[in-house]
């Protein structure tokens, strides 16, 4: 467990407990709980975490104990791999700090080498009542297996929450689901998703009351061209009962037909 909290918190570092105050011995406690009960959570209805946890380097300083899983989704199905938030709802969310500036350096395979960024503090966001942080975990599945993608979808949306409050948990409450069109997903500046992004769905799992507070699934699922106009006209809850009933669940596939019509 050590070597993957070392992992986990990246380069903010591990102070020995005997130099720091009975509050601070607190908070760590209270943060090992959060972290010990979320990951139960996951290996339990998901799939076992990995060894390493894939860091935003420039946002280090703001979700210092956050970061992005790729999960083996073994107890969800044959051949689903689950790409995760893991941190959103750690009890040091909602963010206190954001980020200007930031530059990223990456090789001639598109690989980031160095990035920086200047930090700054900013007021903390209110937390929805009885949550956990942000509330929720957001992830993505898909049977694509080693994409990057989903990982460019996963830091666009944790940076939209965390340096713009996007409020992606209130949003799909109030609107029963939420899309977002053109959705940049590589190097290519005609790679883009557009996604639905809805509350997890049974089989899938749901979410559970960690130590601070309740932690939510949001799952999202990439949808077509077409079926984006349509659910901008017929809402994202209809579009959401068309996927079901289509099948397509909440597993997202870049290459699937349309719905519409169906």
Partial sequence: MLNKLKKLI?????TSLSTVSCAQQDQDAIWQNVYNARTQYYEENIGKLPDDILKIAHMAGVWPGGGLYVIPADKIGKDI?????????NPDMPAQATVSDVKV???????????????KSKTQTAALSGAAGYGYELILMTKDKNAEWPLWFLQWAVQAELLNDAGFLQRVEKYNGLTVEAIPVGENDNDKINVLITKAQKPLPLGTKLPNGKMEFLVAIVITDEE???????????????????????????????VIGN
């Avoid at 791999?81 to 709802?89: A, D």
């Avoid at 106009?229 to 290459?255: P, Y």
């Fill in 105 to 119: 350096e990456k090789d001639n395979l598109g690989r980031v080498v160095s990035s920086s960024a200047n930090i």
């Fill in 10 to 14: 990246g380069l903010v570092g591990l």
């Fill in 228 to 258: 984006m106009k349509w659910s901008m006209k017929n809402g994202r809850n209809e579009l959401a009962s068309k996927l079901m009933e289509a099948g397509v669940g909440q597993l997202s596939d870049r290459n699937r037909p349309s």
């Fill in 81 to 89: 791999t689950v790409y995760s938030t893991f941190g959103l709802t």
